[in-house]
């Protein structure tokens, strides 16, 4: 924390703008040594805050030409000072800008620890840095909408809220064992069991939401399964807009996973073509098929293709049993070829899956198969409140043992366990929550959360 941080904050290559910038109590002296004002004007006071236009000079040697923000603590991002250097877009001038700045005695940020700073020095909690990674990363706009509420620190208000409550508990129990002889024990039992219900139901609520603010963060998982030639690319391409995947009359044609991300209504697509199942002697594509079958296991869901045109074949039946017990949607393709199926097969066999007859070769069924997706999400059109959504791992294993706790102390409390037995349940409890707004936690952890982020963030 004592040593002045710098990084670049774009991303390489070419732009209209690249920035560097720096954070710590030298960054303002190191930015003045190496920034020389348009006609020779120095950086003053009043220039905290404020775009100066000039050039960055390694002694009398014009560098780049730039706009540079000088900025006071503890008004800043890191609550520290800083500076932010807008040079020409490019790997040249942002690179040369920062290596000057090296050499004036700061160092290179590590991932995240802009953001780190940020935290450490109060300005964000931990669950709001954590969401500023996750609006660089969204994908939709309700992934954005759901890290910027975060942002603005609507989860860290409810876990507070929670947390007082637990605490509240906590003092009623000190309070019974420190003075036994007011006889306050029977008022405390029915105050905790009503506060003990109330924190569990609250924690319940957020967990709730933790399987979508999954798929929100990450990508509803979906593989698109079947024998070679019945469509697989071809779908991968319709629902993409785009020619993504190379497609062909040859069977083998794709032998990889190919991933791609698409948006339907806000829900992102982590989308997988794959190769076709089937038996196959060729090596390369024998590993194709044994990535297909693999990535089933992480599948959130499995969109199987069949040849309507052809018989069932002993492929088709391996993919029936592959798909059974797992979250699918049926497509039986090429309608604009004469049937060879029965129908009635897939549906006594599928009673509790949607089939959906489609031809990727006329544009049918693709926006039936987009409204069954979003109907699976949504679960009847019920819409997300996108304000309270756990969409992190992490809040979520912590919610999970919060919630083992105050069942615990609702389990005693219901068999009359004397009061001074449930107080580390509840301490533990509330700990488990003050790990997620950042109020206990272990430098080990921070470490790897600060780490998935960006250099220069």
Not at 140 to 168: A, W
Not at 288 to 300: F, I, T, Y
Request: hydrophobic share 40%; with cysteine; charged share 30%.
């Amino acid at each position: 924390m004592s040593a002045t941080i710098a990084a670049i904050s774009t991303a390489v290559g070419e732009s209209g703008i690249g920035i560097v910038r720096m954070s710590g109590r030298d960054s303002i002296e190191i930015g003045k040594s190496i920034f020389k004002g348009i006609r020779g004007k120095e950086v003053e006071a009043s220039d905290n805050r404020k775009l100066v236009y000039g050039h960055i000079v390694d002694d009398d040697k014009i560098v780049d030409e730039v706009l540079v923000a000088f900025m006071m603590e503890p008004y800043t991002y890191t609550r520290e000072n800083m500076v932010e250097i807008y040079c020409h877009g490019g790997i040249i001038p942002v690179k040369k800008t920062l290596e000057l700045i090296l050499s004036k005695g700061a160092k290179l940020a590590e991932p995240g620890e802009f953001t780190k700073r940020a935290f450490l020095n109060g300005r964000l909690d931990l669950t709001q840095a954590e969401a500023v990674i996750d609006i660089i990363k969204a994908k939709t706009e309700v992934s954005y909408d759901v890290s910027l509420n975060q942002l603005e620190g609507s989860l860290s208000r409810e876990v507070e809220s929670i947390r007082s409550i637990l605490l509240q508990m906590i003092a009623h129990i000190e309070v019974s064992i420190d003075f036994p002889e007011d006889d306050i024990e029977e008022v405390t039992y029915e105050e905790l069991v009503e506060n003990g219900n109330l924190v569990l139901d609250r924690i319940s609520k957020l967990l709730a939401t933790s399987q979508r603010g999954k798929i929100l963060r990450d990508g509803l998982n979906t593989v698109i399964l079947g024998k070679p030639n019945v469509g697989k690319s071809s779908l991968l391409n319709a629902v993409l807009r785009e020619n993504r995947a190379i497609v062909t009359d040859i069977p083998g044609t794709t032998r990889d996973v190919i991933e791609e991300y698409i948006n339907i209504d806000g829900i992102p697509l982590k989308i997988m073509d794959t190769a076709g199942i089937r038996e196959t002697e060729d090596l390369v594509e024998k590993i194709g098929v044994d990535r297909a079958k693999e990535s089933l296991k992480n599948a959130d869901l499995i969109i199987a293709i069949f040849d309507i045109s052809r018989e069932l074949s002993n492929e088709d039946y391996h993919i029936i049993d592959l798909i059974k017990d797992k979250k699918t949607v049926v497509l039986l393709n090429k309608t604009d070829l004469p049937n060879k199926y029965d129908e009635n097969y897939f549906r006594d066999y599928f009673k509790e899956i949607e089939i959906i007859f489609t031809s990727m070769t006329e544009g049918v069924g693709i926006e039936e198969l987009e409204n069954s997706i979003r109907n699976m999400f949504y679960q009847g059109d019920v819409k997300l409140d996108s304000s309270m959504i756990i969409n992190n791992l992490r809040h979520k294993n912590q919610l999970e043992l919060a919630k083992i706790n105050i069942e615990s102390v609702l389990n005693d409390l219901n068999n009359m366990v004397p009061l001074d037995c449930l107080e580390v349940d509840l301490k533990n409890c509330w700990e488990n929550l003050g790990e997620i707004t950042g109020e206990s936690i272990t430098e080990d952890i921070l470490d790897r959360i600060f780490k998935e982020f960006c250099i220069g963030k």
